[in-house]
């Protein structure tokens, strides 16, 4: 009976609804387009001179060659269809409507984070390079007096939070990809309940295609009765669109302006293992105190007030109005947020800053290995001459297809010298990358396209904290629960190769 009763509630989910509503449409669509070219001969060849614009405009833009050349042959092998798809899936052209919300209001609030010390503490000067760029193209600037707590796991990381929801005074912040019902999300929201009894200002912002199958229809009214604002980020609605390709792939929780978590882990309870679909989940994150809060508060802000306009002056919320001793200082810290609304790749760019710095060693975390020319050529020329790479992915994947694609990448890099490893007791969720005991970022930012290109992203990058040698320590343990892939491993037969071709070649929509 348990089970009749979760098949209906599946197929008569509000995601499955709407995903057959969509390829209805575009199913119609490519129909209609193709019967057009059918019925005349003049029609048929606009469609396949559109076909050829498309792939030329795709080859001149300013994007990844993996990207633009996986559509390409898509575009080739089925010119009126693929165009179509590249509109709706691959155009990593945001939407009008989500970019005319959210960029005049990060314009308008630029100069809250502007970068003002000096960071006379940074090791080199190759390394103030990277932290000017991000200062530069963020914007956001790099701080002292902050300090920095890592977690190796979600379910530690979740202790910590519930501590500081519970002591928390004027306002928390929540910003989640996914949120679902259970142990986690109910012990947060009973704290919530209690905050918002005392006064605090509690918002909550999530995805809504993250958390499309997982919540039910009344959640949000829920958390409104509850006395907690609610933004849903970008809903799905039963329309072909270009604006479903950005989603709001970010974690975030701030309190009182000057503490704040990030990392993998999102609000759910796969995250702290209380279940395992998928083997151990293995995540990491990060809590700060102090004055980098701020990034994280702006970013927050940004987005909130784009959509429902709150407040222009952020003052109130700056780090020291409810903090105002002097805070604790353990290295430099930068929160980031990587945004598809421009033409800037910021955590790309800063993964590939990490990897082109190293001289020693560079540890990778990573869920997905979905990696272009750029990314795929610095880590075996970083290889090849010296440094210890070990990059660690999951052993029992979420996504069985991805994970093959995964797989297709080891080979080049293990013959380029750098050392792989699965993880054996399940699923590594987090997106960490360390080099030479200096820096290191921890954050949301997946290997793969869609994180690259398509999604609000945020990270941290960390320079000479004591929190390296807690990440470096984490490393080493965890790769003693891998298992280390070699390159007779990584042998396929002919139908192997070519069914791993396919899947890079329409990597762009995984």
């Not at 679902?180 to 209690?194: A, C, N, P, R, T």
């Not at 760019?349 to 020319?373: C, F, G, K, R």
Request: charged share 25%; proline share 4%; hydrophobic share 40%.
């Amino acid at each position: 009976m348990r089970f009749v009763k979760s098949l209906f509630g599946r197929i008569f989910s509000r995601f499955t609804i709407m995903g057959i509503l969509i390829i209805i449409q575009f199913a119609w669509m490519a129909l209609m387009v193709m019967r057009l070219g059918d019925y005349s001969r003049s029609i048929n060849i606009m469609f396949n001179f559109l076909a050829i614009v498309a792939a030329l405009f795709i080859i001149y833009r300013d994007e990844s060659s993996a990207y633009k050349l996986g559509w390409v042959m898509i575009i080739c092998l089925v010119p009126i269809l693929g165009t179509a798809m590249y509109w709706f899936f691959g155009n990593k052209r945001p939407s009008k409507r989500i970019k005319n919300k959210i960029e005049p209001t990060r314009a308008r609030h630029r100069d809250d984070v502007r970068q003002e010390n000096c960071l006379s503490e940074v090791y080199s000067d190759r390394i103030l390079e990277t932290i000017k760029y991000i200062a530069d193209y963020g914007p956001y600037p790099a701080w002292t007096g902050t300090k920095s707590k890592y977690y190796d796991l979600g379910d530690k990381a979740f202790v910590d939070m519930l501590d500081d929801l519970k002591r928390a005074k004027h306002y928390i912040f929540m910003e989640y990809f996914i949120i679902d019902e259970g142990y986690m999300w109910d012990s947060i929201f009973d704290v919530l309940q209690e905050k918002v009894a005392e006064g605090v200002d509690v918002r909550i912002m999530y995805d809504d295609i993250g958390c499309i199958d997982k919540l039910p229809l009344n959640f949000t009214s829920k958390l409104e009765n509850a006395g907690i604002r609610v933004h849903v980020f970008n809903p799905l609605r039963p329309v072909l669109s270009l604006v479903y390709n950005n989603r709001n792939h970010r974690k975030i929780m701030i309190i009182d302006g000057y503490i704040a978590y990030s990392g993998g882990f999102n609000i759910a309870d796969e995250y702290i293992n209380k279940v395992q679909y998928f083997g151990h989940w293995k995540d990491t994150g990060i809590r700060l105190e102090g004055m980098a809060v701020w990034n994280f508060t702006v970013m927050f802000l940004n987005i909130w007030n784009s959509f429902v306009p709150t407040e222009e002056d952020y003052s109130k919320f700056r780090p020291h109005v409810n903090h105002p001793q002097a805070f604790d200082s353990d290295g430099i810290l930068q929160p980031f947020s990587d945004t598809p609304l421009d033409d800037e790749n910021l955590g790309e760019n800063i993964y590939l800053e990490i990897i082109n710095q190293a001289e020693d060693y560079l540890y990778i975390y990573t869920p997905y290995l979905i990696l272009d020319n750029e990314m795929l050529s610095a880590l075996k020329l970083a290889s090849k001459r010296g440094v210890d790479i070990r990059l660690v992915t999951p052993g029992i994947p979420d996504k069985k297809i991805i994970f093959r694609l995964t797989r297709s990448y080891y080979l080049p890099l293990i013959r380029a010298g750098v050392k792989i490893y699965e993880y054996k007791d399940g699923f590594v969720h987090a997106k960490n990358f360390l080099s030479d005991d200096k820096l290191a970022v921890v954050g949301t930012i997946n290997l793969d396209y869609r994180s690259l290109y398509l999604h609000f992203e945020c990270g941290t990058l960390m320079v000479g904290c004591s929190s390296l040698r807690d990440i470096k320590e984490d490393f080493v343990r965890t790769i003693e629960r891998c298992t280390q892939i070699r390159e007779e491993n990584c042998k396929t037969n002919f139908f192997g190769l070519l069914f791993d071709g396919i899947l890079r070649a329409f990597s762009p929509l995984l």
